[in-house]
């Protein structure tokens, strides 16, 4: 259970990029943050495992309150959540399998980790992650020779071994294609159920985040303006989350998106046809 109370955040520029965020979350229950650019969304993201300080307000993870905490006692609690992030953030030279492993380093001992000697368990456990994930056939090639689903795959396998209490995501299909976005999301949003892991996702595309998130926070200018089920998100509050310009904006993006998925769908059904 995660527990946001009062969050507030004002850079040392003087910008107040969130006021007074408070939320609770479940166990295994998938929040899609939404909110145009500038909302906060980076920011209440950072703010939970104190990346950004925040100037006032709580964070409690399982009860124990990250707002508090000194650098290793805060280190040590970091270990508990897992990040996935948009750039998938892998170590392209090294393996699948050691980008997962690489998700227990804060565990192992430094001596091992520099060998490279991950403890038997720990193996085991990422094997069995790489299968959920799908990348059983790709555990020892190099990050670098991945797809950008795969390696987002590979980025949720590591988040996993790290055996969090908590996920943050930001932006985990922004650099996707909207078919891989949707298997991303769809993969997050079972391995977070399966795990009973709460989540914050980060998501700029509203529409996705309707089709898999079970709640859904909409932030505008650094205040929380929405809070609720994805079908109570109605045209009227998508129009006071992005503004009215912002929000037929997006809707054209999106159609368009939809369209050109069309067309290169038909295009590879005429191909296989063909063939
Ligand atoms: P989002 O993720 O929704 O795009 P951000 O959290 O990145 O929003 O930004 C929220 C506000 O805080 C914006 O006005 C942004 O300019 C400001 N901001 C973000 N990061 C910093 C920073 N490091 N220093 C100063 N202002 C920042």
New binding site residues.
């Given amino acids: 259970m995660l527990d946001v109370t009062g969050l507030t955040?004002t850079?040392?520029?003087g910008?107040?990029?969130?006021s007074d965020v408070s939320f609770s979350l479940p166990e295994g229950q998938v929040v899609g943050?939404i909110?145009?650019?500038?909302?906060?969304?980076?920011?209440?993201?950072?703010c939970i495992n104190r990346l950004?300080e925040p100037t006032s307000g709580t964070v409690r993870l399982n009860g124990q309150e990250l707002t508090r905490l000194g650098a290793r006692d805060l280190r040590r609690a970091r270990r508990r959540i897992g990040m996935i992030f948009q750039e998938y953030a892998l170590v392209e030279r090294l393996t699948v399998m050691e980008n997962v492993l690489s998700g227990r380093l804060g565990y192992v001992p430094f001596w091992r980790s520099f060998t490279r000697r991950f403890p038997g368990p720990d193996i085991a456990r990422a094997f069995q992650l790489l299968d959920r994930v799908g990348l059983s056939a790709h555990v020892d090639k190099r990050a670098d020779a991945l797809s950008g689903g795969q390696r987002q795959r590979v980025g949720i396998a590591r988040a996993l071994e790290q055996e969090p209490e908590l996920l943050l995501v930001d932006e985990p299909t922004a650099s996707l294609d909207p078919r891989t976005s949707r298997q991303i999301m769809r993969l997050l949003t079972e391995v977070c159920r399966e795990n009973r892991l709460p989540a914050i996702v980060?998501i700029h595309d509203v529409v996705l985040a309707q089709q898999f998130t079970d709640r859904i926070i909409g932030?505008r200018?650094?205040r929380m303006v929405f809070d609720g089920r994805p079908e109570q998100l109605t045209q009227s509050v998508l129009t006071e989350i992005y503004g009215e310009e912002d929000w037929n904006a997006m809707k054209k993006g999106a159609a368009e998106q939809d369209e050109a998925e069309a067309e290169a769908l038909d295009a590879a059904r005429r191909l296989a046809a063909e063939a």
């Avoid at 910008?15 to 969130?18: G, H, I, R, S, Y």
């Avoid at 909110?35 to 950072?46: D, E, N, Q």
Wanted: aromatic share 4%; charged share 20%.
């Fill in positions: 955040k850079y040392a520029t910008d107040k990029a969130l943050l909110g145009p650019s500038g909302a906060g969304k980076s920011t209440l993201i950072r950004v980060n932030l200018a650094g």
